[in-house]
């Protein structure tokens, strides 16, 4: 049974930094290819930043260079490093399989950006 627990959000001014981690179980991060996700109201889930088996990273194009993604293979965790937050980047952020995410979905950390 797969178990992804995020955490580490939370209310940050803009230009701060938060650290993201989502811990796994059910399913091995350094053979599985992962990623961070996020929703914010009333738009679709989107994927953040991806990490492969093989340590390839991924951005999309509107956090690149502000967020890093890497993994602690000894505590089977993905973590997301965000600096230079920005309101737009408000939102819940959520970890799971890439590029074909499970039907499970953790319950998500939320990250607000604001003055």
């Known amino acids: 049974q797969v178990q992804l627990v995020e955490s580490g959000g939370g209310l940050v001014q803009p230009g701060g930094s938060l650290r993201l981690s989502c811990a796994a179980s059910?399913?091995?991060?350094?053979?599985?290819?992962m990623a961070w996700y996020r929703q914010a109201p009333g738009k679709q889930r989107e994927r953040v930043a991806a990490i492969t088996s093989d340590g390839n990273r991924n951005y999309a194009d509107s956090v690149k260079g502000r967020f890093t993604i890497f993994r602690d293979n000894g505590k089977n965790t993905v973590y997301l490093q965000m600096i230079g937050l920005k309101p737009e980047d408000t939102a819940v952020y959520y970890c799971?399989?890439?590029?074909?995410?499970?039907?499970?979905w953790g319950q998500g950390t939320q990250v607000t950006v604001s003055s």
């Open positions: 799971n399989r890439w590029p074909v995410p499970l039907d499970y």
């Open positions: 059910g399913i091995i991060v350094r053979i599985s290819s």
